[in-house]
């Protein structure tokens, strides 16, 4: 057995790897929508420590251990990442603290538990409060001033900083052909969300640092992007207005390579042996599209990754079982 020493000490540089390898999207992310980001990441870390602490003092568990193993924050980083840009201070602190209360400690901690944390968190409040969640700004955001007062809500905050994303415009849509949306809808840029596509390209040089570092594997972000990319392809329709977006539409709109690299590849909710990573994955991105294209939200990966964690025992049993069968 390895001492726990051993193991702490891998996790916290786990834990960095992954926030280091967050950077270019992050500041993708700042160049697209401005300080928002920044706000959120600071409230989401800030509230991830503190509900961390709290819930540990109670557990009468000491706190220098796991505060500095790095999960909290890395939940909340990717949490922040995920939120729109601007929302109300209270929605961030009230997804940080389910992610940390319902989504880790209630099963006992890091280690532990069933559901993505940073995912379960998002989906809570993306549920509770769904007005405020598809309040995504337009290109470039707000001043730092001005983005203080739409967060914490003093002052006169800005007036039309709100657009409809790519995804929600698509899912909408009843008329206009795939090109007419590209040229007129300021929403869409070259070949997926105005900027976001961007945003995908840098998570995903972030997603190859991780690889290339091996702290993930390939097989859930092979399989999601896979997926995603194969069934979105089987069932688009060119430039038709019923169309549902071309495969690299959907690969680099909304949360796609976030989701790829940064959630997926989360090691205590998902699979642990190497085909269930790729069949966890390949779910995800099915879902994704699924939810994208005939549910109520305009991007799934959240909700595609909760349901994938419900099936992973499942998943597990079935590669076991194949392994056995396979075995000389």
């Not at 109670?58 to 601007?86: H, I």
Request: glycine fraction near 12%; proline fraction near 5%.
């Amino acid at each position: 057995m390895q001492p726990l020493e051993s193991v702490d000490t891998r996790l916290q540089q786990a834990m960095k790897t992954v926030l280091l390898a967050t950077l270019p999207g992050m500041l993708a992310l700042f160049w697209l929508y401005g300080w928002g980001v920044l706000i959120n990441l600071l409230l989401a870390s800030a509230g991830a420590l503190v509900v961390e602490a709290a819930v540990l003092h109670l557990r009468k568990r000491a706190l220098k251990p796991t505060l500095s193993d790095g999960s909290a924050l890395v939940s909340a980083t990717l949490l922040a990442l995920a939120l729109p840009p601007y929302c109300p201070w209270w929605l961030t602190v009230s997804a940080v603290a389910s992610a940390m209360l319902f989504g880790k400690h209630l099963y006992g901690g890091v280690g532990s538990n069933p559901f993505n944390p940073a995912m379960l968190g998002f989906a809570l409040v993306m549920v509770t409060f769904p007005q405020q969640m598809t309040q995504w700004p337009a290109a470039h955001g707000m001043d730092l001033w001005g983005g203080l007062q739409q967060v914490f809500g003093f002052g006169h905050a800005p007036d039309a900083w709100v657009r409809a994303t790519a995804l929600d415009s698509l899912r909408i849509n009843k008329s206009l052909t795939m090109d007419e949306l590209f040229s007129s809808n300021q929403a869409f840029g070259h070949f997926g969300g105005r900027g976001v596509e961007w945003v995908n390209l840098a998570f995903l040089a972030g997603g190859a640092f991780l690889l290339q570092r091996q702290v993930i594997s390939w097989h859930a972000p092979v399989g999601m992007l896979a997926s995603l990319f194969i069934i979105s392809l089987l069932r688009w329709n060119g430039s038709g207005s019923d169309s549902n977006g071309s495969p690299l539409f959907h690969l680099l709109s909304g949360a796609s390579m976030l989701g790829a690299f940064f959630i997926v590849t989360e090691p205590v909710s998902g699979a642990k042996a190497p085909g269930g990573r790729l069949l966890f994955g390949t779910g995800v991105g099915l879902l994704t599209y699924v939810i994208r294209t005939w549910g109520g939200y305009p991007d799934g990966v959240a909700f595609a990754v909760l349901l994938m964690n419900l099936g992973v025992p499942a998943l597990e049993r079935l590669v076991a079982t194949r392994q056995e069968r396979t075995a000389p």
